[in-house]
Nanobody, 122 residues
Framework: QVRMVESGGGLVQTGDSLRLSCAAS????????MGWFRQAPGKEREFVAT????????YYSTSVKGRFTISRDNAKNTVYLQMNSLRPEDTAVYYC???????????????WGQGTQVTVSS
């Protein structure tokens, strides 16, 4: 059982930056592909970014590509999401998740964190 705890969310203004962290425990972190998802009120949870086990391969949704960067530190069992040039439409609860393969579908992720709120004011 892998437990994950997100942190780093908050209230920012348009154009600001935030870095989310997700600390994992209870499993072999480096054996998992890691992803970030987000869910805005009234909307389905959507894929944001994913990173391979060693960190060498990343993939982003078109809505965040060029603004967000996913990274991981396997020595610290932590995955990060650096978010730059934030927009009001980025407002959502952000979740990290672990999977056994690279994926953008939520149902392919086995473990989830509890989420952290990001609010971007205009």
């Amino acid at each position: 059982q892998v437990r994950m705890v997100e942190s780093g969310g908050g209230l920012v203004q348009t154009g600001d930056s935030l870095r989310l962290s997700c600390a994992a425990s209870g499993g072999t972190f480096s054996s998992y592909f890691m992803g970030w998802f987000r869910q805005a009120p009234g909307k389905e949870r959507e894929f944001v970014a994913t990173i391979g086990m060693s960190g060498g391969v990343t993939y982003y949704s078109t809505s965040v590509k060029g603004r967000f960067t996913i990274s991981r530190d396997n020595a610290k069992n932590t995955v990060y999401l650096q978010m730059n040039s934030l927009r009001p439409e980025d407002t959502a609860v952000y979740y990290c998740a672990a999977a056994l393969l690279t994926a953008t579908r939520t149902d392919l992720y086995r473990y989830w964190g509890q989420g952290t709120q990001v609010t971007v004011s205009s």
